[in-house]
């Protein structure tokens, strides 16, 4: 059977859309259901014979809960304090090695780009015992500077990695015009070329700093008490007691811990985008 | 004597000013932050896990340590919960790397023929890539709830079971669910980097194709497939990475159990050494991890010569 060209066009829309639809669904559902819980008062969430995906008398309770019985707002501003401080010193560090890597020529630069892409694929779980050996020898356990020294671990290489590519894109001359009116090379950088970056600083410190508010394992394993655990450790160990799970709250800290996130990445989407594919694609 | 003392203070000013003018000079000062944090928390770490891994150093007991060679891997290999933990984690990996490649090529063959909202859909499906990995799961936790499961009331109300699914009750099941969770969490990082891989591609390569009579399922293995290739290696071989050494899914929904079934490296050396405090032990479990990413990182370092 033949198709007629305008057949063979919606047939193609329709296979695309449905497939849209599939992945809208199969992605968003498990948000959906964490925010129809949050809102569900106990009886509906336990006793109800009603359609549970839907939520027919919504409540704050459960938001309120999580205010006013919980310490949800100290590691909220424990994941926020951690987070900037060990992004704007990844970011900090990462730009002048990155500068340096990208645009001078000096021995063991080649060494050292390789030696930074190789620690970008190290996962933190092939470390996290010797860091926390070293960090109790340091007297840091249980102490906020711990995870700000060491997010920059898989920090720094991220950034120099991503900005090595963005430093490569910015034409030579402009700094050498710059240095021939006399200014001295840290001046050039500074004034002509770190402007210019402007987009690249920003993908690498929204991903720095998604990374670090999402960081697991270090946050668990190096911290202990209320007053220092971040957002996500603070949730997963803290509220969830024994068997007893208070699911309506638990889904609302499980969603405020990731609004953060979630609006950071409504506004600079294509930033992301940059950042995430800038191992596999541009290299 | 005071202007000697001055002439020698400015030289070293101008000296100082010199070398940070110099490619090398420059070049060694911006790069020392990076290579002493490097080698202080990675490259120190590394050998020091290798080190512990060599001893039966408890964690809370700082006198103990004694060299016990290859003690720990030794019994390792002769203890059943390990190497079920090996068993797992291939499974885990390899099965999980399978399915996130298969669906995210779907979803970025889907989001670059749309046209319709195309920035809206891609952030919407990017969402469970970047939201905490930890707290998603906890959502997944109660999806899986023995009692409560939507899961299993949609199923039982669609007739397709006559009773409810216990999701991490039973060794295959458990597997299984945590499988599903790493994959929906997975897919939109192939889908999105391998999207921006197509978007490279040349149109005209699909219009040539489409006049030598091409179908659609021929031009994607004719031309996206073989053009596609080196983004989809790297990014397999990092998501085989991070799959390897997944962790908190696993501590999040199953610590592990039932009966050890969903142990991976991490979570049993993290149970080995904080939680049962065999440092030594814990650090020889987490080193299996290293050959895995030893082969990706050739392979990478590899593709990125021959690219250049």
Known sequence: MQFSRLQRKILRGSIVYLGLAFFVVIMLFPFYWMVITSIKPDVELYLSKQNPLWVFNPTPQHYIYLFQKTPFVTWLTNSLLVAIVSTSVSLFIGTIAAYALARLRFRGAQVMGMSIFITYLVPTTLLFLPLAYIIRNLGLYDHPVALMITYPTFLVPFCTWLLMGYFKGIPKDLEECATVDGATRIQALIYIILPLMLPGLVSAGLFAFTMSWNEFIYALTFTQSDSVKTLPVGIVAQLVLGDVYFWGSLMAAALLGSVPIAILYSFFLEYYVKGMTAGAVKG | ?308
């Open chain 2, 1 to 308: 004597m005071q202007s000697t003392f001055q002439s020698k203070h400015f030289t070293r000013l101008q000296r100082l000013g010199d070398w940070l003018n110099s490619e090398r000079g420059l070049g060694y000062t911006l790069v020392a932050p990076a290579v002493i944090l490097l080698l202080g928390l990675i490259a120190y770490p590394f050998c020091l896990s290798i080190y512990l891994s060599l001893s039966d150093r408890l964690l809370a007991v700082a006198s103990s340590g004694r060299f016990i060679g290859l003690g720990n891997f030794i019994n390792l290999l002769d203890d059943s919960i390990f190497r079920q933990s090996v068993w797992n984690t291939f499974n885990y990996a390899f099965v999980s790397v399978f399915f996130k490649l298969v669906l995210g090529m779907l979803m970025a063959l889907v989001l670059n023929e749309i046209t319709f909202l195309k920035n809206f859909f891609r952030g919407m499906l990017l969402l469970p890539w970047i939201v905490p990995t930890s707290l998603s799961a906890l959502g997944w936790l109660w999806l899986y709830d023995s009692q409560y499961s939507v899961f299993s009331w949609i199923l039982l109300n669609l007739g397709l079971i006559q009773e409810k699914i216990i999701w991490l009750g039973s060794p295959v099941m458990a597997m299984l669910s945590i499988q599903l969770v790493n994959i929906w969490r997975g897919i939109p990082f192939f889908g999105i980097s391998l999207l921006a891989g197509m978007q490279t591609i040349s149109q005209e390569l699909y219009e040539a194709a489409e006049i030598d009579g091409a179908n659609a399922w021929h031009r994607f293995w004719q031309v996206t497939w073989p053009l596609l290739m080196p983004v989809t290696l790297v990014v397999t071989l990092f998501s085989l990475v991070q799959t390897f050494a997944d962790f908190q899914i696993v501590y999040v929904l199953t610590r592990g159990g039932p009966v050890n079934s969903t142990h991976l490296f991490a979570t049993l050396a993290h149970q080995t050494a904080i939680l049962s405090g065999k440092l030594g032990e814990g650090a020889a479990i987490s080193l299996f991890m290293f050959p895995m990413l030893a082969v990706a990182i050739i392979l990478q370092l590899r593709y990125l010569q021959q690219r250049d």
